[in-house]
């Protein structure tokens, strides 16, 4: 008998939505995930029915229990179409949302918005900006240096003086700079978000999904790939397969392209040196796997059994991956040697760049305080060429000067701009 309907999981279409109250769907946004990465791992549990029965064999179908399950998938991390520099009305990347349900905090807010101009600077570690616009503590802002865009964490703010890390290669220019999207750990929980996907080969092949819970997040950047993200979660309760007007259609990616990783380097460093010229290192791949430590907020009245999302947090929230090519000393004397036997507190910054000079586009992984928590171990990697294998656990960041709120703490910071 021939095969009359073929569906192809590859051609669907996929929304996403921060819901404000749980359970419900709210206002969703078209997002592109990689083809054949969404999983939907959706779940009723049956209940057995043991009552007394007369005949041996006289079994009694299960009852429905609470509906739940696990969600999966994976999109290509990119910056947006357009740099957030000079003041202007900027619309929420949908490449955000998924985000923001794991870190749970997001900078800067969607609206208008204008980054910070820099008046004078005399060397590469302090810059004067106007005082309106300064961007706070730990965010990651591009400077014009040496006629293109380089990015620096924020350590300080004071009155109009910002004290940056790293050293910048040379010293800024003064004028506009440029903020980045950028997601990072918060102390409550975030919010619990709707899915939906929908097959284009056959309406009543379409699911929603809602109260679902971030539970982990996993970041893989390896040079001659794409960078990604891979999410997981918990899903709190669900419809379908069935025909829900959902549909699939044809629609444009508004953020710029998928991010390749090519252009790159790790800044690494012990935490305690501030300021000081950094060590670079070439990075062949850095993983980063985040414990986000949250679930659902049992209820018996509430939605399956669940009424939000509680965060109780990961300790450590993240541990990374890499392999580098540090230079001569620092494989043997200073990463096993000393940074590793001391359990040094060192921070380290991934930069990773597309285009050139102003329209050049970051992405930047951010980790300010961590140890190594393995022996270092030397591999040969592309071309026998020596290389080192690291291993370690992300801490609250121990380098901004007098850091209180989440954005100054948070373990990592993820910046696209």
């Known amino acids: 008998m021939a095969n009359t309907r073929t569906i192809r999981p590859r051609l669907a279409s996929a929304y996403f939505g921060l819901e404000s109250t749980f359970g419900t769907t709210p206002t969703m946004t078209r997002v592109f995930p990689i083809e054949g990465s969404v999983e939907l791992g959706l779940e009723q549990e049956p209940l057995a029915n043991e009552e007394l029965r007369h005949y041996l064999y006289d079994?009694?179908?299960p009852v429905h229990g609470l509906k739940g399950g696990t969600l999966k998938f994976s999109c290509y991390l990119r910056p947006d179409a357009t740099q957030l520099g000079a003041s202007a009305a900027y619309t929420q990347p949908w490449l955000g949302l998924p985000l923001q349900a794991c870190f749970g905090a997001q900078y800067p807010t969607a609206g208008t918005f204008a980054a910070p101009l820099i008046s004078s600077a005399s060397d590469a570690a302090t810059a004067t900006m106007d005082t309106g616009s300064l961007t706070t503590k730990s965010a990651i802002i591009l400077y014009r240096v040496a006629g293109a865009l380089?990015?620096?964490r924020v350590i300080n703010v004071a009155s109009n003086t910002v004290t940056n890390w790293p050293n910048a290669s040379a010293t800024p220019t003064a004028g506009q700079t440029y903020d980045c999207w950028q997601w990072y750990?918060?102390?409550?929980?975030?919010?619990s978000f709707s899915f939906q996907y929908a097959?284009?080969?056959?309406?009543?092949?379409?699911?929603?999904?809602?109260?679902?819970?971030?539970?982990?997040?996993e970041l893989s950047l390896e040079v001659g790939k794409l960078a990604r993200a891979t999410f997981t979660a918990k899903v709190g309760t669900w419809t379908g397969p069935q025909n829900q007007s959902i549909g699939s259609s044809h629609a444009t990616n508004a953020m710029a392209a998928p991010h390749p990783i090519r252009a790159n380097q790790m800044v690494l460093q012990a935490a305690s040196l501030g300021t000081y010229p950094a060590t670079f290192f070439g990075c062949q791949s850095l993983s980063v796997d985040f414990d986000l430590g949250t679930d659902h907020a049992p209820d018996l009245v509430g939605t399956e059994g669940k009424q939000g999302v509680v965060r109780t947090g990961g300790r450590p929230a993240a541990t990374f991956k890499a392999r580098v090519y540090p230079d001569v000393d620092a494989g043997n004397v200073t990463l096993d040697g000393v940074w590793h036997v001391d359990h040094t507190p060192l921070q380290a910054m991934f930069r990773s760049y597309t285009g050139s000079a102003f329209t050049r586009r970051w992405l930047v992984l951010d980790v300010p305080t961590f140890v190594l928590t393995t022996k270092p171990k030397p591999v040969l990697d592309v071309g026998k060429t020596m290389a080192?294998?690291?291993?370690?656990?992300?801490?609250l960041n121990t380098v901004v000067t007098a850091g209180t709120t989440d954005?100054?703490?948070s373990p990592v910071v993820l910046a696209l701009g």
Request: with cysteine; proline share 5%.
């Open 185 to 191: 750990l918060s102390s409550s929980a975030p919010s």
């Open 407 to 409: 954005q100054a703490l």
């Open 388 to 395: 080192w294998d690291l291993e370690g656990q992300c801490h």
């Open 59 to 61: 079994a009694l179908a």
């Open 150 to 152: 380089e990015p620096v």
């Open 199 to 217: 097959l284009a080969d056959a309406v009543t092949h379409e699911w929603t999904l809602n109260g679902c819970v971030m539970t982990g997040l």
